[in-house]
């Protein structure tokens, strides 16, 4: 039993946009983006921190990116989306919504979801980042390094 997440996060203000989706086509990413879209007041730019998926560059994705300006696309590197603080949020709904739950159907699941959604969105928080950047930066260099000597 599974659905698609799609959440943007606004870094600033701990704000989640939420929506379930059956499936990760760009279809559904298209939705998601008019979603967001709908939502972000017009005045405002849309950065949105993405993996790099196939989906979030299919042609139909670009071509409406390029109707819509404000919008901008910003792709984590391979093996790098702690990166994307929504991932931090993701595992928070994990552990504190679904982790050990019992949904006896998608829709349950989703409703799950939904509520812990409109939960966090009660009380936003952002989350702070409590390494420097020289620090995150030398360890992801160590990791490399490492990877490089497996590889």
């Known amino acids: 039993m599974s659905t ?3 959440q943007a996060h606004n870094v600033l203000t701990g704000m989640v946009i939420g929506q379930c989706l059956p499936r990760h086509r ?4 298209l939705k998601f983006l008019r979603n ?5 007041p017009k005045g405002l730019q849309v950065h949105l921190i993405l993996d790099n998926y196939a989906t979030h560059k299919h042609a139909e994705i670009k071509r409406w990116l390029d109707k819509h300006s404000r919008f901008h696309l910003h792709f984590t590197p391979t093996s790098s989306s702690w990166l994307n603080q929504v991932e931090r949020w993701f595992r928070e709904l994990t552990d504190k919504a679904l982790r050990r739950g019992a ?3 998608v829709p349950d699941l989703i409703a799950a ?4 959604i409109d939960a ?6 952002p989350y702070v980042w409590t390494a420097t950047a020289e620090s995150i930066l030398t360890k ?3 990791a490399r ?7």
Do not use: M, N, W
Not at 26 to 29: A, D, I, K, L, P
Not at 113 to 116: F, G, L, S, V
Not at 145 to 151: I, Q
């Open 4 to 6: 698609k997440r799609c």
């Open 113 to 116: 979801i939904q509520e812990y």
């Open 26 to 29: 760009h279809q559904e990413f």
């Open 145 to 151: 390094a490492t990877l490089e000597t497996v590889a």
């Open 140 to 142: 992801v260099a160590r």
């Open 103 to 105: 949904f006896g159907s």
């Open 36 to 40: 967001i879209d709908r939502e972000v």
């Open 120 to 125: 966090h969105s009660s009380d936003p928080k």
